[in-house]
């Protein structure tokens, strides 16, 4: 099991049960320019968001963030609020919620996934403000083989064609494990290759990408446009290469914002999976580094 399959496993069980507790525009130019705000993915306040949703928001603006990244969308609920009730506190604190994550439903099931109540998921998500719906995570179970690609990549399509309906854009977030070989085909490409560009696009995670031995930059060059969307992240300048916070490992984020263009970039969100830190603290330390980036 690679490093991502241990964590990335471990955590979205764990987020699932936490979130169910609690319980487009095909032309991506239509957004127009890269968003200046900086985005935090809320995965990253798993562990205390359901304690006090509205706290731990609150210091989430209060730090300076004005774009959150949604999890845990289940039955039409977010953190056990309806969809206004939701949008409500958010636009209490200035904040906007762009996009959102979600789960194929294959290993958990639950309403409000690509293959159980996606419709209603949709119209949530429009009702909420995302412009974006992002396929998070393949379990390990959902990718033995090619054809468990190929079938997820028809799921996409479809999921996608429900979106474009309702104004929103489809896209899928990529870990580590998409650029190992599998069956002689490494199954990034064929995501990229089988999707169709004006109804899937690719929410990349510069933390997972630089894991597995990939150059981002490169990726957008070689498929321009297709990046709206990135995670934010930083690898420590360790032999573990864990995560660390924005601006304190090893990845060269500047050289990555100067191709923002050449992605076709809108919204970034600042993510860790795992904090060594407390969680505000590390997000609070993330954010003042970005900032320092010319966006």
């Not at 995302?130 to 479809?158: G, V």
Request: with cysteine.
């Amino acid at each position: 099991m690679s490093f991502s399959e241990k964590i990335s496993r471990q955590q979205f069980l764990k987020v699932s049960s936490l979130a169910l507790a609690g319980t487009f525009l095909t032309d991506f130019s239509a957004f127009g320019k890269t968003s200046k705000n900086v985005g935090l993915q809320l995965y990253t306040l798993r562990e205390i968001l359901p304690k006090d949703l509205e706290g731990t928001l609150k210091k989430v603006a209060d730090i300076g963030y004005r774009e959150v990244e949604l999890f845990g969308y289940s039955d039409g609920k977010y953190f056990g609020k309806s969809p206004k009730e939701f949008r409500d506190i958010l636009k209490s604190l200035n904040l906007t919620a762009p996009s959102g994550h979600y789960t194929t439903g294959n290993v958990m099931k639950s309403k409000g996934t690509l293959q159980d109540d996606w419709k209603r998921a949709v119209d949530d998500a429009a009702e909420v403000g995302q412009k974006y719906m992002i396929c998070a995570f393949l379990f390990p179970q959902e990718r033995t083989k090619l054809d468990d690609y190929k079938h997820h990549i028809e799921l996409f399509n479809k999921s996608a064609e429900v979106c474009k309906a309702a104004g929103l854009q489809f896209g899928y977030h990529n870990h580590d494990f998409e650029f190992v070989q599998l069956e002689g085909q490494m199954p990034f490409d064929l995501i990229l290759k089988e999707t169709d560009p004006k109804l899937v696009q690719i929410e990349l995670d510069l933390y997972w990408i630089s894991f597995a031995g990939k150059d981002p930059v490169e990726l957008f060059k070689q498929h321009p446009g297709r990046f709206p969307m990135w995670h934010v992240k930083d690898m420590e300048k360790t032999a573990e290469r864990a995560f660390a916070e924005v601006g304190t490992g090893s990845i060269d984020f500047q050289r990555i914002f100067d191709a923002a263009k050449t992605a076709g970039l809108k919204h970034y969100f600042v993510e860790q999976d795992v904090c060594k830190r407390p969680p505000l603290e590390s997000i609070n330390i993330s954010f003042q580094n970005v900032k320092k980036l010319k966006v």
